[in-house]
């Protein structure tokens, strides 16, 4: 079946997938993204593949080309990652570009492969080094990143072709680490075959990769890495530091940590766990509480990559890496399917709405690494970096994006996570869904097959005051923010569920550790947040402009702004700070008082949608100073 992530056996876990195929979307947000992501971004990134040497390095692999292996040392993960992102398109589209490159990169990899199975292109036949030889050389990240496109092309196409390829390459390192006499007890430095493993175990049925994928968690934590960076990146940050059992915050690396606790999470759905339970339910929580902007983005730091201290949370410094909002969603997807809990549904739909989403341009052939929430000018998009990670990522996302709308149960329930138009087959059943959210928050759902199951729709952290019918009636269930309304009934075709969330403009006020939020509103609305660009304010420095505190800030659509987006609307000052502090540093407090600048109209913009005019300022974060 085409499931993202196959839980369909999986014995702890309380969801059960819905395939990429048995949903059919029809939405004018999530959809047009999609085929923008198979039209254009698939084949600039394509292009660029070839262009940057990465096929290149495999077809000098296979001998087929000479020269010498050049680039990042993990340039294969791309080719991997753009493969996994082609297959999950094509479980819903046909596209024959897709369907020949595909091809051909596996007909390359068979080539590249050596005999006894070993796939890294820089290390085969010892090219820039000898295999095994270091821990660091995300030799194992890229074969995890294989396999999940192995993965994805099995469930797509049915052909045992690249699972072939990973399974030679897996059954290698199988026999290679391991706690054995002769075996390497070592884990990999990048986390990412864990969950590769464990979906390759789900696959196949060979209990040797859950094994393999057990002993790379368990191998972590114990100093067995060494300090590869020792000096300038600190121990945390391949997460080798401490047993992963004793942890209680997310650490290190945050797409290392991110990955290895998705890892994690697929091994805990096959193979109870508690104290790795509960060690992942405090870093998830210590996560939430003091580490996550509010836009989803992940990890602070710019040198190491790396999650700060609780609170530290800069704005124009954030790192917030688009692979890290991408994983953040990961993790969250198998915590849900471990649980059923709608936080964690919650925390993947902030994530794909703005942090994940702000890392792509709206005509899709422009990426962002890094995704700060306040910009002083001068940053754009660009269409590929040296590390290329985060545009295949997006890709692979957006092409499996489907697959994160519903789920299933034993006891024949359907799930609805996140809302967008079109068709679902849950099971025995069929459900039609019209709604244009994120822009409203009216959600239509009409049942068009008969049968007795409860039917669960996400209510929204931020939804308070939704309101539920069925057929036109008070069904009279809890419709509590933050959970799922649960629908128990014998339905008939025709019924018809409509879900009301209440899209009023919230303005979120940070925890007062946050000091750099201090006296600063967030504006959103569903599951957008907002921000202001330069653009929007007449030239106005948004990181001064003072929202009018207690204002009513109105909505409005603008079908031709950004490629169709709802702006919010606001009295505001644009405040040249001069005017009023003439060159001082430091003023009475009291004195400090809203409408010290020129009165403007504050128009604001979703977050998705900054930079994708002519490059400026912009703020999330926004100044709300007492009133006069
Ligand atoms: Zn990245």
């Known amino acids: 079946m085409t499931a993202v992530v196959d839980t369909s056996l999986s014995p702890q876990a309380r969801l059960r997938p819905v395939p990429i195929r048995a949903v059919r979307l029809t939405d004018t947000f999530w959809e047009p993204r999609r ?7 698939l084949r600039e990134q394509h292009r660029m593949l070839e262009e940057t040497g990465r096929f290149h390095n495999l077809r000098v692999a296979a001998g087929l080309e000479r020269g010498s292996s050049s680039g990042k040392i993990f340039n294969d993960s791309d080719v991997h990652k753009w493969m996994e992102a082609a297959c999950w398109q094509l479980a819903t589209d046909e596209d024959s570009w897709l369907v020949e490159r595909v091809d051909a990169i596996l007909e390359l990899l068979e080539q590249a492969q050596e005999p006894d199975g070993y796939l890294f292109s820089p290390f085969v036949r010892g090219l820039r080094g000898q295999r095994w030889s270091d821990g660091e050389a995300h030799e194992l990240y890229c074969a995890g990143h294989l396999f999940q496109a192995a993965v994805a092309h099995h469930r797509v196409t049915g052909s045992d072709r690249a699972l072939g390829i990973s399974r030679r390459f897996a059954d290698l390192i199988c026999a290679t680490f391991g706690e054995g006499r002769g ?10 075959i864990e969950m590769a493993l464990v979906e390759l175990y789900r696959e196949t049925g060979d209990a040797g990769y859950l094994e393999q994928a057990c002993f790379q968690i368990d191998a972590r934590g114990h100093k067995r890495l060494g300090e590869p960076y020792a000096g300038w990146i600190s121990a945390d940050y391949n997460q080798d530091h401490r047993p992963l059992r004793e942890r209680d915050r997310p650490e290190g690396h945050a797409v290392r940590d991110l990955y290895l606790q998705s890892g994690i999470t697929d091994r805990l759905l096959e193979v109870a766990d508690p104290a790795l339970q509960s060690a992942q339910m405090r870093i998830w929580e210590s996560l939430v509480r003091g580490q996550v902007y509010v836009t989803g983005g992940v990890g602070v730091r710019d040198v190491s990559e790396a999650f700060g201290r609780d609170y530290e949370l800069p704005n124009e410094t954030a790192y917030a890496e688009t692979c890290a909002a991408v994983a953040l969603i990961m993790w969250n997807w198998r915590l849900l399917q471990l649980t059923g809990e709608a936080r964690f549904a919650d925390l993947i739909e902030t994530g794909l709405y703005n942090g994940m989403l702000s890392g792509v341009s709206i005509d899709g052939r422009e990426y962002f690494y890094a995704n700060p929430l306040a910009c002083n000018g001068g940053l754009k998009r660009r269409p590929w970096y040296l590390v290329a990670c985060c545009p295949p990522n997006i890709a692979r996302t957006l092409a499996s994006l489907p697959g994160y709308l519903y789920g299933a149960d034993d006891e024949r329930g359907v799930w609805i996570h996140q809302y967008a138009a079109g068709q679902a087959t849950v099971g025995a059943a069929r459900l039609a869904v019209e709604t244009s959210y994120p822009w409203a928050g009216d959600v239509r759902v009409e049942v068009r097959s008969a049968g007795t199951f409860a039917l669960r729709l996400r209510v929204p952290g931020w939804a308070s005051d939704a309101r539920l019918t069925v057929n036109g009636a008070d069904p009279s269930v809890a419709v509590e923010a933050g959970t799922y309304a649960v629908l128990s009934r014998d339905w008939r075709p ?3 569920v409509e879900l009301s969330l209440p899209m009023r403009v919230r303005r979120l006020a940070s925890h007062p550790g946050l000091l750099e939020n201090a006296g600063r509103v967030a504006l959103t609305r569903g599951p957008l947040v907002y921000c202001v660009e330069q653009a929007d304010v007449g030239g106005a420095d948004p990181r001064f402009l003072e929202v009018a505190a207690g204002s009513e800030i109105k909505a409005s659509r603008r079908p031709d702004l950004l490629g169709g987006v709802t702006v919010l609307e606001s009295p505001a000052w644009a405040a040249p700070p001069e005017a009023a502090w003439n060159g001082r540093l430091y003023r009475e407090a009291e004195a400090v008082r809203q409408g010290d600048g020129e009165p403007v109209r ?13 490059a400026g300022r912009m703020q999330v974060w926004l100044r709300e100073p007492p009133p006069r």
């Open 35 to 41: 085929q923008l992501n198979r039209t254009v971004s």
């Open 183 to 192: 075996k390497l007890d070592r884990p990999d430095g990048h986390p990412e």
């Open 494 to 496: 025709g019924d018809v």
């Open 602 to 614: 504050l128009t604001a913009i979703p977050y998705f949608a900054w930079a994708n005019r002519e």
